[in-house]
T-cell receptor
Framework: GAGVSQSPRYKVAKRGQDVALRCDPISGHVSLFWYQQALGQGPEFLTYFQNEAQLDKSGLPSDRFFAERPEGSVSTLKIQRTQQEDSAVYLC????????????FGPGTRLTVL | DQQVKQNSPSLSVQEGRISILNCDYTNSMFDYFLWYKKYPAEGPTFLISISSIKDKNEDGRFTVFLNKSAKHLSLHIVPSQPGDSAVYFCAASSNFGNEKLTFGTGTRLTIIP
């Protein structure tokens, strides 16, 4: 079956540009997570949705980062006025809800800010 | 502060032998632990998990051991195969996996043919 898909796979932005990263979770998965992975590090949590409700956004590094999931399926992570330190791989994961279920990850979007 | 630690950045193991990857955690609220495998340019792939009510979980060649008193878990792969060469991440969660994952920094495993 179809896994988690993300687009674009690669994005190059000039400093100060806005970017939008898309995530299509596995059909029927209630929970959706965004993570940021810097080079040589493990993924770090950004934000979490259960259906359309954003239950935790404690990992968003600044108010330039914004995520939405308006209909409880596709999610978009938006970064405004990108900075060089935003360069990273952005991973999306989805899971069934209720605990005890693994998160399935997409391939990620590699963002490079010049 | 690093709540999940993988102190070995890399590990090399002969094909057919056992690979042991270690992970330590500091947060007592963690009650669900997972191992993910990652190839370059791909997202992490789930391998195996264990909840805090168990001390061992086995799935084929993969076994995870949890020592709650030491706040330590390990992943055993036996026998190791060349396709096992990848970066392995340990991750932990609260609420039995119904919340965000906290990852370690990863261990690069190389299986030598």
């Amino acid at each position: 079956g179809a896994g988690v898909s993300q687009s674009p796979r690669y994005k190059v932005a000039k400093r100060g540009q806005d970017v939008a990263l898309r995530c299509d979770p596995i059909s029927g998965h209630v929970s959706l997570f965004w993570y940021q992975q810097a080079l040589g590090q493990g993924p770090e949590f950004l934000t979490y949705f259960q259906n359309e409700a954003q239950l935790d956004k404690s990992g968003l590094p600044s108010d330039r980062f914004f995520a939405e999931r308006p209909e409880g399926s596709v999610s978009t992570l938006k970064i405004q006025r990108t900075q060089q330190e935003d360069s990273a791989v952005y991973l999306c994961a989805s899971s069934l809800s209720g605990g005890g279920y693994e998160q399935f990850f997409g391939p990620g979007t590699r963002l490079t800010v010049l | 502060d690093q709540q999940v630690k993988q102190n070995s950045p890399s590990l090399s193991v002969q094909e057919g032998r056992i690979s042991i990857l270690n992970c330590d955690y500091t947060n007592s609220m963690f009650d669900y632990f997972l191992w993910y495998k990652k190839y370059p340019a791909e997202g992490p792939t789930f391998l195996i998990s264990i909840s805090s009510i168990k001390d061992k979980n086995e799935d084929g060649r993969f076994t995870v051991f949890l020592n709650k008193s030491a706040k330590h878990l390990s992943l055993h792969i036996v026998p190791s195969q060349p396709g096992d060469s990848a970066v392995y991440f340990c991750a932990a969660s609260s609420n039995f996996g119904n919340e965000k994952l906290t990852f370690g920094t990863g261990t690069r495993l190389t299986i030598i043919p």
